[in-house]
């Protein structure tokens, strides 16, 4: 699994949200799960820091933690960007070059599915079906829909967010 | 709980309601391959090597988590069971780094065993993708090469369960699992005590000891050096084992003969620091006890508990005695006394142990521990499987080498140093001086043997009437033990005067750096009770059984030292703590 450079960057606020959660489940057996959901939650991925901050809570062995972490897909150690970029991989777009598409997002943007770019401006989150194949293939930016693309549009979309 | 019959391989043995299959099998002498299983450590059903057959049940079953039932009928060697072995070791196989030659356990590979047992000959009957790992040899004690690793999670097991550490454990999933640390941080970074329980319960060769072997025999054939070395209590009855004598074997003689045939300019006994090691530390514990010191105080000679208590219990670490342990005041009085008494210059001493653990390595490098002018106390520190190897690489016939004895001035021991290798040795040891020198009177010879402190149980407790004081004890071994202590000492709920701590379940004789036993003896028979059985007859047998006695010792103090706790005493012989975090903060 892909772990983060991108600097943490996490406020009191949250860490006071996380150890409120660490509370309410303090002493239940199988807490761990619920506890990195909210999290996850909180944070929206699941660096160091915060797994630090619930083995030292919670006396959970940080290695477990990460265990966890790194099993489980719902897991993230990566934060979300700015602006998402979400690749569509479902039927359609597949076979309408989505594949081509996503490498050449990940070459423009220098990193992988499931990665945040250094700044922090740009993650890439491939996805299955958003539901208009008849645009395939289909990105999606920070909530923009861009369809009927061809890997040589992306540079100029990935542009307007810059 | 109800007792139910079960026949094994046409043998009918009574086994207690929910025993599994393979203790009925063990209960009937029977050797199932186990490859994850390990007794009292690792039942998890994963490796699919104790498979069995059990009659009207749908397929093979894992025998190790099989529970059994009254009237059950059981096969554990048809020749179905042996092909389906025989697949999953040629499976296991597939993504295996098969250096074999090179490897640190071929001849003791429980995996080579068994694919010799089973006919898999050929290394390719699969090909296909192959993970590749980088070697983690960050750690001053344990390098890991999970190349050789086959997941069956022994190592996490004993990490989490025995030490209450869990440092290392599964990471990612399906093929790509692998056994490894949080966010990959080198294990040097981590919280991991070096205790080494992780080698003495790996299968195969993925973990092994950092070597040392190399740059001890490169002093040795250094003209400039004088190269000494000195041997822990617990090796001479593990040593025997490397050489294919029976467990516990006990070699005391011979090991003084290997240690000089392989040209060590002096061979030394750690007994001998194990004694200093005891009169230093009643001296402590009665000026504790006298001047209203810090109780319990908690001994210090295991470097894997001393890390274990700097990082999850820093709060109390004022409890733990100054005394360095015996490996380190070895070193200490070697560059200073020794260098004096034989008129060699300290930097040309090359000072080597040979110890049953893996934290000793570690322990040599820590601060405060080079008394000499900044000399390190020890240089090198070998496991008793690493002397095994230098031993066997020089041809030595090692059994039957004759009984030689170890130099003077720091080859004198008594039995009280000998138990050290065993769990609630150092308690005993301590207690027979330090109940003499309050009373002032000799203990009788019944009175000697401590008996309550002895034994493989994790905790024990016991309390004596010294004179007018009443001593409450309690001797901890393994990690998790350690923890359940501390945490009864931190709530006020128990009132101990003196602890003894040993990082290995079982104490020294069953360090991370003993000879591996594998797991079809180690599921029949406890290997801790056998080699400590040996301490115990070396002690039985001295002529000299209290440290304070030790006619070595004696001259030590009147001829350097002058006197327990002495300032000299100190400056050489008493080290400090550090305090570290169980995760340390990084950006």
Same mark, same amino acid.
């Given at each position: 699994?892909?772990?983060?450079?991108?600097?943490?960057?996490?406020?009191?606020?949250?860490?006071?949200?996380?150890?409120?959660?660490?509370?309410?489940?303090?002493?239940?057996?199988?807490?761990?799960?619920?506890?990195?959901?909210? +999290?996850?939650?909180?944070?929206?991925?699941?660096?160091?820091?915060?797994?630090?901050?619930?083995?030292?809570?919670?006396?959970?062995?940080?290695?477990?933690?990460?265990?966890? +972490?790194?099993?489980?897909?719902?897991?993230?150690?990566?934060?979300?960007?700015?602006?998402?970029?979400?690749?569509?991989?479902?039927?359609?777009?597949?076979?309408?070059?989505?594949?081509?598409?996503?490498?050449?997002?990940?070459?423009?943007?220098?990193?992988?599915?499931?990665?945040?770019?250094?700044?922090?401006?740009?993650?890439?989150?491939?996805?299955?079906?958003?539901?208009?194949?008849?645009?395939?293939?289909?990105?999606?930016?920070?909530?923009?829909?861009?369809?009927?693309?061809?890997?040589?549009?992306? +540079?100029?979309?990935?542009?307007?967010?810059? | 709980?109800?007792?139910?019959?079960?026949?094994?391989?046409?043998?009918?043995?009574? =086994?207690?309601?929910? *025993?599994?299959?393979?203790?009925?099998?063990?209960?009937?002498?029977?050797?199932?391959?186990?490859?994850?299983?390990?007794?009292?450590?690792?039942?998890?059903?994963?490796?699919?090597?104790?498979?069995?057959?059990?009659?009207?049940?749908?397929?093979?079953?894992?025998?190790? $988590?099989?529970?059994?039932?009254?009237? @059950? =009928?059981?096969?554990?060697?048809?020749? /179905?069971?042996?092909?389906?072995?025989?697949?999953?070791?040629?499976?296991?196989?597939?993504?295996?780094?098969?250096?074999?030659?090179?490897?640190?356990?071929?001849?003791?590979?429980?995996?080579?065993?068994?694919?010799?047992?089973?006919?898999?000959?050929?290394?390719?009957?699969?090909?296909?993708?192959?993970?590749?790992?980088?070697?983690?040899?960050? &750690?001053?004690?344990?390098?890991?090469?999970?190349?050789?690793?086959?997941?069956?999670?022994?190592? !996490?097991?004993?990490?989490?369960?025995?030490?209450?550490?869990?440092?290392?454990?599964?990471?990612?999933?399906?093929? %790509?699992?692998?056994?490894?640390?949080?966010?990959?941080?080198?294990?040097?970074?981590? *919280?991991?005590?070096?205790?080494?329980?992780?080698?003495?319960?790996?299968? $195969?060769?993925?973990?092994?000891?950092?070597?040392?072997?190399?740059?001890? /025999?490169?002093?040795?054939?250094?003209?400039?050096?004088?190269? =000494?070395?000195?041997?822990?209590? &617990?090796?001479?009855?593990?040593?025997?084992?490397?050489?294919? @004598?029976?467990?516990?074997?006990?070699?005391?003689? /011979?090991?003084?003969?290997? @240690?000089?045939?392989?040209?060590?300019?002096?061979?030394?006994?750690?007994?001998?620091?194990?004694?200093?090691?005891?009169?230093?530390?009643?001296?402590?514990?009665?000026?504790? =006890? !006298?001047?209203?010191?810090?109780?319990?105080?908690?001994?210090?000679?295991?470097?894997?508990?001393?890390?274990?208590?700097?990082?999850?219990?820093?709060?109390?670490?004022?409890?733990?005695?100054?005394? /360095?342990?015996?490996?380190?005041?070895?070193?200490?009085?070697?560059?200073?006394?020794?260098?004096?008494?034989?008129?060699?210059?300290?930097?040309?001493?090359? *000072?080597?142990?040979?110890?049953?653990?893996?934290?000793?390595?570690?322990?040599?490098?820590?601060?405060?521990?080079?008394?000499?002018?900044?000399?390190?106390?020890?240089?090198?520190?070998?496991?008793?499987?690493?002397?095994?190897?230098?031993?066997?690489?020089?041809?030595?016939?090692?059994?039957?080498?004759?009984?030689?004895? #170890?130099?003077?001035?720091?080859?004198?021991?008594?039995?009280?140093?000998?138990?050290?290798?065993?769990?609630?040795?150092?308690?005993?040891?301590?207690?027979?001086?330090?109940? %003499?020198?309050?009373?002032?009177?000799?203990?009788?010879?019944?009175?000697?043997?401590?008996?309550?402190?002895?034994? $493989?149980?994790?905790?024990?407790?016991?309390?004596?009437?010294?004179?007018?004081?009443?001593? &409450?004890?309690? $001797?901890?071994?393994?990690?998790?033990?350690?923890?359940?202590?501390?945490?009864?000492?931190?709530?006020?709920?128990?009132? #101990?005067?003196?602890?003894?701590? @040993?990082?290995?379940?079982?104490?020294?004789?069953?360090?991370?750096?003993?000879?591996?036993?594998?797991?079809?003896?180690?599921?029949?028979?406890?290997?801790?009770?056998?080699?400590?059985?040996?301490? #115990?007859?070396?002690? *039985?047998?001295?002529?000299?059984?209290?440290?304070?006695?030790?006619?070595?010792?004696?001259?030590? #103090?009147?001829?350097?030292?002058?006197?327990?706790?002495?300032?000299?005493?100190?400056?050489?012989?008493?080290?400090?703590?550090?305090?570290?975090?169980?995760?340390?903060?990084?950006?």
């Amino acid at each position: 699994m892909k772990v983060s450079n991108v600097p943490f960057k996490g406020t009191k606020d949250q860490e006071a949200k996380l150890l409120e959660v660490i509370a309410k489940y303090k002493d239940q057996k199988g807490a761990l799960m619920p506890i990195m959901q909210d +999290a996850q939650e909180i944070y929206g991925y699941l660096p160091y820091q915060v797994q630090k901050i619930i083995a030292d809570e919670t006396g959970i062995p940080i290695e477990k933690i990460y265990g966890v +972490a790194t099993f489980y897909a719902q897991f993230s150690m990566s934060p979300k960007g700015k602006y998402v970029v979400s690749v569509c991989l479902g039927t359609a777009c597949y076979v309408k070059g989505a594949g081509a598409l996503l490498e050449e997002v990940e070459k423009q943007l220098g990193i992988g599915d499931g990665e945040c770019t250094p700044d922090g401006k740009f993650s890439i989150d491939v996805c299955r079906c958003v539901g208009a194949c008849g645009l395939a293939p289909v990105m999606i930016v920070g909530g923009d829909v861009y369809g009927k693309l061809t890997p040589d549009k992306v +540079a100029d979309i990935l542009a307007k967010y810059e | 709980m109800a007792d139910i019959k079960v026949t094994v391989d046409n043998i009918t043995v009574t =086994v207690p309601e929910g *025993s599994t299959l393979l203790d009925a099998a063990h209960k009937a002498g029977i050797d199932v391959p186990t490859l994850c299983y390990l007794r009292d450590v690792n039942e998890i059903g994963a490796c699919r090597l104790c498979v069995c057959e059990v009659e009207g049940a749908r397929a093979l079953v894992a025998a190790c $988590v099989y529970p059994c039932t009254d009237g @059950m =009928v059981a096969h554990t060697n048809t020749e /179905k069971i042996k092909d389906y072995r025989r697949k999953t070791l040629q499976l296991i196989l597939s993504d295996h780094n098969q250096d074999c030659l090179g490897c640190v356990r071929s001849t003791n590979c429980e995996l080579q065993t068994l694919c010799k047992r089973y006919g898999v000959e050929k290394t390719d009957y699969y090909e296909g993708a192959k993970n590749e790992f980088e070697i983690d040899d960050s &750690s001053a004690s344990i390098v890991r090469d999970n190349s050789k690793c086959i997941l069956c999670r022994r190592c !996490t097991a004993v990490c989490e369960k025995y030490q209450s550490i869990g440092v290392i454990g599964n990471n990612e999933r399906g093929f %790509e699992t692998y056994i490894g640390q949080a966010f990959d941080l080198p294990l040097a970074e981590t *919280s991991c005590v070096n205790c080494g329980q992780c080698i003495v319960a790996c299968p $195969v060769g993925a973990l092994h000891e950092k070597d040392a072997t190399a740059a001890v /025999k490169a002093a040795i054939a250094d003209p400039e050096k004088h190269v =000494v070395i000195q041997a822990a209590p &617990s090796v001479r009855v593990g040593l025997g084992e490397c050489f294919g @004598m029976p467990i516990g074997a006990e070699v005391e003689g /011979k090991l003084a003969a290997g @240690m000089r045939r392989l040209g060590f300019d002096a061979v030394f006994d750690t007994n001998f620091s194990a004694d200093l090691t005891i009169v230093e530390e009643a001296n402590e514990l009665i000026e504790r =006890v !006298t001047k209203g010191g810090v109780l319990p105080m908690i001994t210090s000679c295991s470097p894997g508990w001393v890390k274990f208590i700097e990082h999850y219990y820093p709060e109390l670490l004022p409890h733990v005695s100054s005394c /360095k342990s015996p490996q380190q005041m070895f070193g200490a009085v070697v560059k200073s006394y020794y260098a004096e008494k034989k008129g060699i210059d300290p930097k040309n001493i090359v *000072s080597v142990s040979v110890m049953p653990c893996t934290a000793k390595k570690f322990e040599l490098g820590r601060e405060d521990q080079d008394a000499n002018n900044g000399l390190p106390d020890v240089d090198y520190a070998l496991t008793t499987r690493e002397l095994g190897r230098m031993i066997d690489e020089a041809g030595i016939d090692f059994i039957n080498l004759p009984d030689e004895p #170890y130099d003077d001035p720091m080859g004198e021991s008594t039995g009280a140093a000998v138990i050290f290798g065993a769990t609630g040795g150092v308690m005993e040891a301590a207690l027979r001086t330090a109940v %003499e020198w309050i009373t002032g009177q000799q203990l009788g010879k019944d009175l000697l043997e401590f008996q309550d402190v002895r034994g $493989v149980e994790g905790v024990k407790e016991a309390s004596y009437k010294v004179g007018d004081l009443e001593v &409450s004890v309690a $001797v901890a071994s393994g990690l998790a033990n350690a923890r359940k202590v501390l945490e009864m000492v931190k709530s006020g709920e128990k009132n #101990y005067t003196f602890i003894e701590i @040993m990082a290995c379940p079982g104490g020294c004789v069953n360090g991370g750096g003993q000879p591996l036993v594998p797991s079809g003896i180690k599921n029949f028979i406890d290997v801790r009770e056998v080699r400590a059985k040996g301490l #115990y007859d070396l002690d *039985s047998d001295r002529p000299l059984r209290r440290s304070h006695e030790n006619p070595s010792i004696v001259k030590l #103090y009147d001829e350097y030292l002058e006197s327990y706790g002495s300032h000299k005493a100190h400056h050489l012989l008493h080290t400090s703590y550090v305090e570290r975090k169980v995760n340390d903060d990084h950006e």
